[in-house]
C-alpha cells in the first residue's frame, strides 16, 4: 500500500521528532546530567538538571509531536537570553536587628465590628465580611468555629473565604499532628517534650469542633494514646489543664468510661484545683448520676478551692 505524500510527510515528522526525543534524553542521562552534577560538587541536585527532569521532558517530546521540542527550545532560549542574569544586589542591604513595632489600635474600626453569629443572624453582607476579614487577618487557629460557622453565609463571597481559610488550616492540622504523632514514638523513655507539644496542640484545634464526628473521634482518641503515654513516662507532666481538655474532648464523643478514667485521676493528682470538680460535675451530669453529681457538688462547697462565676453559678441553681 502506497502512502500519499502529505502521510509520507507526516510519518517524517513523527519519525524526527522521535530521534530528536532520544537524543535529546541520551544528551541529558549521560552527559549534562552528570558534568552539572560535578560541578555542584556533591550539593543536592536541583529539579531542572536531575535525569528525571530529561526523561520527562523526552516524554512530552513524543507525546507533542513538533510542539513539544518547540517549547522546551523556546524556553531554553528566554532563559539564555532574558533570565540567566543574576540580579545586582550592591545598593540592597539587609539588617539583622529585629524591631517590635507597636501598632495602636483603629478604635474606630473595632467599634463597628460584629460578631459572625450576628451579621449571619441578620445577613449582612457588609459587616459579615468586616467581621472575616478581621478573622483573616488576626489569629485563625482560635476562630476556626466562627470561620465553619460562616460557610452557611448567604454571601457566597464569604462562605469562598470561610471555606478556602478552614480547608487550609485543617490540612495543616492533619500534617503537623501526624509529623508530631510520629515523634513521639522515636522518643526515648525518658522525654516528655513531643507528647506535651502534642496534646496541648490537638487540645487547642479539637475544641473547636469543626472536624467531622468519624475524625473528630480519631483524633480524640490519639490523643487520649498520647496523655496515656505521657502518664506512664511522667504522670507530674499531665497538669491539671491537660486533663481537663482531655476530659472535656472525650465526653464530647460519648467516651464517658474513659473520661471517668481521666477524671479519677485528676482529682487524685490535683485536689485542690478547681478543674478536678468541674470535670466530675460534667461528667456526673452527663451519665446522670445524680447521686455522685451532688457528693463531688457538696464536696467543692466545703473546699477552699476558689470558685469562678460559671461554677458559682451552677451551685446556686442545684442548691
Known amino acids: 500500500m502506497m502512502l500519499t505524500k502529505e502521510e509520507s510527510v507526516f510519518l517524517l515528522i513523527l519519525v524526527l521528532n522521535a530521534v530528536a526525543a532520544l537524543v535529546y534524553f541520551f544528551y541529558g542521562l549521560f552527559i ?113 468555629a466562627s470561620i465553619a460557622l460562616a460557610l452557611d453565609a448567604e454571601d457566597s463571597e464569604t462562605a469562598h473565604y470561610a471555606a478556602s481559610i478552614l480547608s487550609d488550616k485543617l490540612n495543616e492540622f492533619r500534617m503537623d499532628v501526624r509529623k508530631m ?45 498520647t496523655a496515656e503515654i505521657l502518664y506512664s513516662k511522667d504522670a507530674s507532666a499531665m497538669t491539671g489543664k491537660r486533663y481537663e481538655g482531655l476530659c472535656l474532648r472525650l465526653m464530647e464523643i460519648g467516651e464517658f468510661e474513659s473520661a471517668r478514667k481521666w477524671c479519677l485521676r485528676l482529682a487524685k493528682q490535683f485536689p485542690g484545683e478547681l478543674c478536678s470538680y ?15 453529681f451532688f457528693e463531688t457538688l457538696n464536696a467543692l462547697k466545703k473546699s477552699d478551692v476558689v470558685i469562678d462565676s460559671e461554677t458559682l453559678e451552677m451551685i446556686r441553681i442545684f442548691s
Not at 542574569?85 to 542591604?93: H, I, K, Q, S
Not at 515523634?183 to 479539637?206: A, P
Not at 468541674?278 to 455522685?292: E, G, M, V
Request: aromatic content about 8%; hydrophobic content about 40%; some cysteine.
Open 32 to 144: 549534562a546530567a552528570p558534568v552539572k552534577t560535578l560541578k555542584r560538587k556533591g550539593e543536592t541536585e536541583i529539579l531542572r538538571d536531575n535525569r528525571r527532569t530529561y526523561l520527562i521532558r523526552s516524554v512530552v517530546m513524543v507525546l507533542c509531536p513538533v510542539v513539544g521540542v518547540l517549547f522546551f527550545f523556546v524556553s531554553h532560549l528566554l532563559y539564555l537570553t532574558i533570565f540567566r542574569f543574576g540580579v545586582n544586589l550592591e545598593d540592597v542591604t539587609f539588617k539583622k536587628d529585629r524591631v517590635e513595632t507597636q501598632v495602636k489600635a483603629n478604635e474606630e474600626v473595632e467599634r463597628n465590628v460584629i460578631p459572625v453569629e450576628e451579621a449571619i443572624a441578620v445577613n449582612d453582607k457588609k459587616s459579615l465580611r468586616t467581621a472575616m476579614m478581621s478573622i483573616i487577618r488576626g489569629e485563625t487557629q482560635e476562630s476556626l
Open 278 to 292: 468541674t470535670c466530675r460535675l460534667k461528667l456526673y451530669f452527663s451519665l446522670k448520676d445524680r447521686a455522685a
Open 181 to 225: 504523632y510520629t515523634e513521639v514514638w522515636k522518643e526515648d523513655s525518658g522525654q516528655t517534650e513531643c507528647e506535651e507539644k502534642l496534646i496541648d496542640y490537638m487540645d487547642n484545634t479539637l475544641k473547636e469542633k469543626v472536624f467531622t464526628n468519624l475524625e473528630q473521634n480519631g483524633f480524640v482518641r490519639m490523643m487520649e494514646e
